[in-house]
Protein backbone atom coordinates (compact mmCIF):
# COMPACT_ATOMS: atom_id res chain seq x y z
CA UNK A 1 0.00 0.00 0.00
CA UNK A 2 1.26 3.41 -0.86
CA UNK A 3 2.39 5.96 1.84
CA UNK A 4 -0.09 8.53 0.52
CA UNK A 5 -3.16 5.68 1.21
CA UNK A 6 -1.56 4.95 4.76
CA UNK A 7 -1.75 9.00 5.45
CA UNK A 8 -5.64 8.63 3.50
CA UNK A 9 -6.40 5.88 6.07
CA UNK A 10 -5.07 8.07 9.28
CA UNK A 11 -6.79 11.08 8.54
CA UNK A 12 -10.23 8.85 8.21
CA UNK A 13 -9.71 7.48 11.54
CA UNK A 14 -8.96 10.98 12.73
CA UNK A 15 -12.66 11.78 11.88
CA UNK A 16 -13.84 8.53 13.86
CA UNK A 17 -16.18 9.51 16.55
CA UNK A 18 -15.23 6.22 18.91
CA UNK A 19 -11.58 6.60 18.86
CA UNK A 20 -11.50 10.66 19.29
CA UNK A 21 -13.43 9.82 22.61
CA UNK A 22 -10.75 6.93 23.35
CA UNK A 23 -8.55 9.65 22.56
CA UNK A 24 -10.03 12.23 24.81
CA UNK A 25 -10.20 9.67 27.20
CA UNK A 26 -6.73 8.59 27.86
CA UNK A 27 -5.69 12.15 27.67
CA UNK A 28 -7.98 13.41 30.60
CA UNK A 29 -6.58 10.28 32.33
CA UNK A 30 -2.58 12.06 32.78
CA UNK A 31 -1.16 12.41 35.83
CA UNK A 32 0.72 15.44 37.24
CA UNK A 33 2.65 15.47 40.05
CA UNK A 34 4.08 18.46 42.57
CA UNK A 35 6.99 17.93 44.57
CA UNK A 36 7.94 21.86 44.76
CA UNK A 37 5.74 22.05 47.95
CA UNK A 38 3.54 18.96 49.82
CA UNK A 39 3.54 15.98 47.75
CA UNK A 40 0.26 15.53 45.67
CA UNK A 41 -0.62 13.30 42.52
CA UNK A 42 -3.67 14.13 40.51
CA UNK A 43 -5.13 11.51 37.83
CA UNK A 44 -7.49 12.83 35.54
CA UNK A 45 -8.24 15.64 37.69
CA UNK A 46 -8.75 14.00 40.46
CA UNK A 47 -6.64 13.86 44.24
CA UNK A 48 -4.92 10.77 44.61
CA UNK A 49 -4.21 10.25 48.44
CA UNK A 50 -1.07 7.79 49.42
CA UNK A 51 -0.06 6.64 52.74
CA UNK A 52 3.21 8.45 54.12
CA UNK A 53 5.58 5.63 52.91
CA UNK A 54 4.18 5.38 49.71
CA UNK A 55 4.51 8.78 48.97
CA UNK A 56 8.33 8.78 49.72
CA UNK A 57 8.41 5.60 47.51
CA UNK A 58 6.61 7.74 44.82
CA UNK A 59 9.07 10.92 45.60
CA UNK A 60 12.49 8.70 44.94
CA UNK A 61 11.12 7.57 41.87
CA UNK A 62 9.71 10.71 40.20
CA UNK A 63 13.35 11.87 41.14
CA UNK A 64 14.99 9.54 39.11
CA UNK A 65 13.23 10.91 36.01
CA UNK A 66 11.80 7.28 34.47
CA UNK A 67 15.18 5.86 35.63
CA UNK A 68 15.36 2.63 37.58
CA UNK A 69 15.70 2.92 41.64
CA UNK A 70 17.28 -0.53 42.93
CA UNK A 71 15.51 -2.19 45.78
CA UNK A 72 18.88 -1.26 47.85
CA UNK A 73 18.62 2.60 47.78
CA UNK A 74 14.71 2.23 48.08
CA UNK A 75 15.38 0.95 51.64
CA UNK A 76 18.00 3.39 52.01
CA UNK A 77 15.43 6.08 50.93
CA UNK A 78 12.84 5.15 52.71
CA UNK A 79 14.22 4.32 56.15
CA UNK A 80 18.20 4.25 56.33
CA UNK A 81 20.20 1.13 58.72
CA UNK A 82 18.99 2.17 61.47
CA UNK A 83 14.91 2.31 61.29
CA UNK A 84 15.14 -0.39 58.46
CA UNK A 85 12.41 -3.38 59.20
CA UNK A 86 13.23 -6.97 58.94
CA UNK A 87 10.36 -7.50 56.52
CA UNK A 88 11.70 -4.49 54.11
CA UNK A 89 11.41 -6.29 50.87
CA UNK A 90 7.85 -7.35 51.85
CA UNK A 91 6.95 -3.92 52.64
CA UNK A 92 8.19 -2.54 49.80
CA UNK A 93 6.55 -4.91 47.51
CA UNK A 94 3.39 -3.74 49.27
CA UNK A 95 4.00 -0.19 48.70
CA UNK A 96 4.38 -0.50 44.94
CA UNK A 97 1.49 -2.49 44.67
CA UNK A 98 -0.67 0.16 46.65
CA UNK A 99 0.85 2.56 44.57
CA UNK A 100 0.49 1.16 41.75
CA UNK A 101 -3.51 0.93 42.05
CA UNK A 102 -3.67 4.27 43.20
CA UNK A 103 -2.01 5.66 39.43
CA UNK A 104 -3.30 3.37 37.41
CA UNK A 105 -1.93 0.93 34.32
CA UNK A 106 1.29 1.59 33.02
CA UNK A 107 2.76 3.54 35.13
CA UNK A 108 5.10 1.60 37.45
CA UNK A 109 7.09 -0.54 36.42
CA UNK A 110 8.33 -3.68 38.05
CA UNK A 111 12.11 -4.38 37.60
CA UNK A 112 14.48 -7.44 38.70
CA UNK A 113 16.01 -5.59 41.36
CA UNK A 114 13.83 -2.70 41.60
CA UNK A 115 11.56 -0.14 40.29
CA UNK A 116 10.26 2.33 37.69
CA UNK A 117 8.01 5.07 37.07
CA UNK A 118 6.82 5.74 33.77
CA UNK A 119 6.12 9.94 33.53
CA UNK A 120 6.77 10.85 29.75
CA UNK A 121 2.98 11.67 29.11
CA UNK A 122 2.24 13.38 32.39
CA UNK A 123 3.14 16.70 33.91
CA UNK A 124 5.90 17.21 37.11
CA UNK A 125 6.41 20.30 38.49
CA UNK A 126 10.12 20.06 38.60
CA UNK A 127 10.40 19.08 34.78
CA UNK A 128 8.18 22.18 34.39
CA UNK A 129 10.55 24.39 36.13
CA UNK A 130 14.21 23.07 35.53
CA UNK A 131 12.77 23.53 31.33
CA UNK A 132 12.22 27.10 31.98
CA UNK A 133 15.53 27.94 34.35
CA UNK A 134 17.16 26.47 31.19
CA UNK A 135 15.80 28.32 28.48
CA UNK A 136 15.71 31.81 30.99
CA UNK A 137 19.57 30.84 31.42
CA UNK A 138 19.97 29.97 27.42
CA UNK A 139 18.34 33.36 26.84
CA UNK A 140 20.65 35.47 29.01
CA UNK A 141 23.87 34.12 27.80
CA UNK A 142 23.11 34.86 24.31
CA UNK A 143 24.85 37.89 22.49
CA UNK A 144 21.64 40.14 20.62
CA UNK A 145 21.74 43.33 18.70
CA UNK A 146 21.02 45.62 21.07
CA UNK A 147 17.47 46.43 19.70
CA UNK A 148 16.62 43.30 20.55
CA UNK A 149 18.62 42.50 24.03
CA UNK A 150 16.27 44.24 26.11
CA UNK A 151 13.27 42.21 24.98
CA UNK A 152 14.96 38.76 25.41
CA UNK A 153 16.44 39.36 28.70
CA UNK A 154 12.66 40.91 29.60
CA UNK A 155 11.46 37.03 28.25
CA UNK A 156 14.20 35.21 30.26
CA UNK A 157 13.08 36.98 33.45
CA UNK A 158 9.21 35.97 32.71
CA UNK A 159 10.63 32.90 32.57
CA UNK A 160 12.31 32.05 36.03
CA UNK A 161 9.05 34.09 37.27
CA UNK A 162 6.98 31.13 35.83
CA UNK A 163 9.83 28.75 37.01
CA UNK A 164 9.15 30.34 40.91
CA UNK A 165 5.70 30.39 40.78
CA UNK A 166 5.78 26.25 40.69
CA UNK A 167 6.39 26.22 44.18
CA UNK A 168 4.40 25.89 47.01
CA UNK A 169 4.53 26.33 50.88
CA UNK A 170 5.55 24.89 53.30
CA UNK A 171 8.04 23.67 51.03
CA UNK A 172 9.02 20.95 48.92
CA UNK A 173 8.18 17.79 49.82
CA UNK A 174 6.81 18.97 53.20
CA UNK A 175 5.57 16.13 55.15
CA UNK A 176 7.47 13.24 53.27
CA UNK A 177 9.52 10.97 55.66
CA UNK A 178 12.54 9.20 55.10
CA UNK A 179 16.21 9.56 54.10
CA UNK A 180 15.78 10.14 50.74
CA UNK A 181 13.35 13.24 51.25
CA UNK A 182 15.69 14.71 53.42
CA UNK A 183 18.26 15.14 52.01
CA UNK A 184 16.29 16.01 48.21
CA UNK A 185 14.70 18.92 50.26
CA UNK A 186 17.98 20.11 50.86
CA UNK A 187 18.76 20.21 47.30
CA UNK A 188 15.46 21.64 46.15
CA UNK A 189 15.56 24.58 48.28
CA UNK A 190 18.96 25.45 46.69
CA UNK A 191 17.21 25.44 43.36
CA UNK A 192 15.00 28.13 44.69
CA UNK A 193 17.35 30.01 45.97
CA UNK A 194 19.25 30.28 42.89
CA UNK A 195 16.30 30.77 40.58
CA UNK A 196 15.77 33.96 42.82
CA UNK A 197 19.23 35.27 42.94
CA UNK A 198 19.33 34.59 38.60
CA UNK A 199 16.21 37.04 39.09
CA UNK A 200 17.51 39.71 40.73
CA UNK A 201 21.02 39.42 38.53
CA UNK A 202 18.94 39.83 35.56
CA UNK A 203 17.08 42.88 37.21
CA UNK A 204 20.81 44.39 38.29
CA UNK A 205 21.98 43.48 34.99
CA UNK A 206 19.12 45.50 33.14
CA UNK A 207 19.30 48.56 35.64
CA UNK A 208 15.93 47.81 37.36
CA UNK A 209 17.14 48.26 40.70
CA UNK A 210 14.06 49.84 42.55
CA UNK A 211 12.41 45.94 42.04
CA UNK A 212 16.01 43.95 42.76
CA UNK A 213 15.94 46.48 46.09
CA UNK A 214 12.51 45.02 46.96
CA UNK A 215 12.92 41.36 46.44
CA UNK A 216 15.77 41.26 47.97
CA UNK A 217 14.73 42.79 50.42
CA UNK A 218 12.07 40.67 51.46
CA UNK A 219 14.07 37.72 50.60
CA UNK A 220 16.72 38.88 53.37
CA UNK A 221 14.09 39.41 55.89
CA UNK A 222 13.30 35.62 55.30
CA UNK A 223 17.22 34.35 54.89
CA UNK A 224 19.11 36.93 56.82
CA UNK A 225 22.33 34.88 56.28
CA UNK A 226 22.45 34.44 52.71
CA UNK A 227 25.35 36.55 52.01
CA UNK A 228 24.60 36.52 48.11
CA UNK A 229 21.15 38.17 48.70
CA UNK A 230 23.01 40.86 50.98
CA UNK A 231 25.41 41.51 48.10
CA UNK A 232 22.56 41.92 45.53
CA UNK A 233 20.95 43.96 47.55
CA UNK A 234 24.02 45.96 48.37
CA UNK A 235 24.66 46.85 44.62
CA UNK A 236 20.82 47.60 44.09
CA UNK A 237 20.88 50.54 46.88
CA UNK A 238 24.13 51.78 45.68
CA UNK A 239 22.98 52.06 42.10
CA UNK A 240 19.59 53.94 43.50
CA UNK A 241 22.20 56.62 45.86
CA UNK A 242 20.50 54.96 48.88
CA UNK A 243 23.56 54.71 50.85
CA UNK A 244 21.95 55.31 54.36
CA UNK A 245 19.78 52.41 54.36
CA UNK A 246 22.74 50.68 52.41
CA UNK A 247 25.53 51.42 55.13
CA UNK A 248 22.88 49.93 57.75
CA UNK A 249 22.39 46.47 55.75
CA UNK A 250 26.09 46.05 55.68
CA UNK A 251 26.08 47.24 59.39
CA UNK A 252 23.61 44.48 60.46
CA UNK A 253 25.90 41.86 58.56
CA UNK A 254 29.15 42.65 60.47
CA UNK A 255 27.48 43.06 63.42
CA UNK A 256 25.99 39.24 62.97
CA UNK A 257 29.68 38.35 62.81
CA UNK A 258 29.72 38.27 58.86
CA UNK A 259 33.51 37.55 57.52
CA UNK A 260 32.65 37.70 54.00
CA UNK A 261 35.71 38.90 51.89
CA UNK A 262 33.66 39.79 48.82
CA UNK A 263 30.96 41.66 50.96
CA UNK A 264 33.19 43.70 53.23
CA UNK A 265 35.20 44.88 50.55
CA UNK A 266 31.76 46.07 48.85
CA UNK A 267 31.07 47.43 52.64
CA UNK A 268 34.28 49.99 52.27
CA UNK A 269 33.73 51.09 49.12
CA UNK A 270 30.36 52.29 50.38
CA UNK A 271 31.21 53.65 53.22
CA UNK A 272 34.00 55.62 50.77
CA UNK A 273 30.81 56.64 48.47
CA UNK A 274 28.93 58.24 51.39
CA UNK A 275 31.98 60.34 52.31
CA UNK A 276 31.52 61.52 48.94
CA UNK A 277 29.57 63.66 46.91
CA UNK A 278 26.87 61.13 45.18
CA UNK A 279 27.07 61.63 41.43
CA UNK A 280 23.80 60.99 40.18
CA UNK A 281 24.06 61.61 36.26
CA UNK A 282 21.22 59.12 34.89
CA UNK A 283 23.59 57.20 33.58
CA UNK A 284 22.23 53.92 31.77
CA UNK A 285 23.90 50.18 32.41
CA UNK A 286 26.88 49.57 30.43
CA UNK A 287 26.54 47.44 27.06
CA UNK A 288 26.45 44.02 29.11
CA UNK A 289 22.83 44.41 28.11
CA UNK A 290 23.59 43.11 24.80
CA UNK A 291 25.91 40.82 25.37
CA UNK A 292 23.36 39.09 28.25
CA UNK A 293 24.14 39.16 32.06
CA UNK A 294 26.77 36.75 33.75
CA UNK A 295 24.33 34.44 35.42
CA UNK A 296 25.88 32.76 38.34
CA UNK A 297 26.55 29.02 37.13
CA UNK A 298 28.08 27.18 40.41
CA UNK A 299 28.02 23.85 40.59
CA UNK A 300 25.87 21.61 43.02
CA UNK A 301 27.77 20.75 46.32
CA UNK A 302 26.93 17.65 48.90
CA UNK A 303 23.55 18.86 50.45
CA UNK A 304 24.82 20.40 53.91
CA UNK A 305 22.73 17.48 56.08
CA UNK A 306 23.22 13.92 55.49
CA UNK A 307 20.95 11.56 57.18
CA UNK A 308 22.74 9.01 59.58
CA UNK A 309 23.15 5.52 58.52
CA UNK A 310 23.92 3.24 55.28
CA UNK A 311 22.95 6.49 53.15
CA UNK A 312 26.12 8.54 53.38
CA UNK A 313 26.63 9.50 49.57
CA UNK A 314 24.78 11.08 47.04
CA UNK A 315 25.61 8.41 44.22
CA UNK A 316 22.67 6.53 46.71
CA UNK A 317 20.37 9.25 45.76
CA UNK A 318 18.30 9.97 43.25
CA UNK A 319 19.81 12.36 40.65
CA UNK A 320 17.22 15.65 41.43
CA UNK A 321 18.36 17.49 38.71
CA UNK A 322 19.18 15.42 35.64
CA UNK A 323 22.53 15.40 34.07
CA UNK A 324 25.58 17.34 35.65
CA UNK A 325 25.34 19.96 33.18
CA UNK A 326 21.78 20.96 34.71
CA UNK A 327 23.19 20.78 38.18
CA UNK A 328 25.39 24.08 37.06
CA UNK A 329 22.05 25.90 38.21
CA UNK A 330 22.07 25.65 41.58
CA UNK A 331 24.74 26.77 44.36
CA UNK A 332 25.36 25.83 47.43
CA UNK A 333 24.37 27.94 50.83
CA UNK A 334 25.38 27.05 54.47
CA UNK A 335 22.21 29.25 55.84
CA UNK A 336 19.51 27.51 58.30
CA UNK A 337 16.80 28.85 55.29
CA UNK A 338 18.22 26.54 52.62
CA UNK A 339 18.44 23.42 55.08
CA UNK A 340 14.55 24.20 55.63
CA UNK A 341 14.67 25.53 58.90
CA UNK A 342 13.29 28.78 58.11
CA UNK A 343 10.21 30.29 56.52
CA UNK A 344 10.09 29.68 52.95
CA UNK A 345 10.94 32.23 50.67
CA UNK A 346 8.46 34.67 49.17
CA UNK A 347 6.86 34.36 46.25
Do not use: I
Not at 7 to 29: K, N
Amino acid sequence: MSTSLYRYGGALQLCDDRLLARAREAYDQRRSYTVLGPLTVRVGGRSVELEPLAGALLAMLLLRHGRGVTHDELRAGLWGAAEEPGDALAVLGRLASGLRAALGPGVLATLPDGYALHTSADRVDLLRCQDRERRATELAARQYPQREAGARLDKARRLLDEALGLWRDPGPLAGVPGPAARTARNRLLRLRHALYRKRAELDLDRGRYERAAQDLSELLRAYPAREDYRRLLLTALRHLGRLDEALEVFEEYTLSGGRDPELLALGHELRADHDAPWDDTGTEPDDRTAHGPQLSQHPVPPPDELPPGSFPTEEWLPSLLGTGDEDEAVEADDDPGARGDGPPPPA
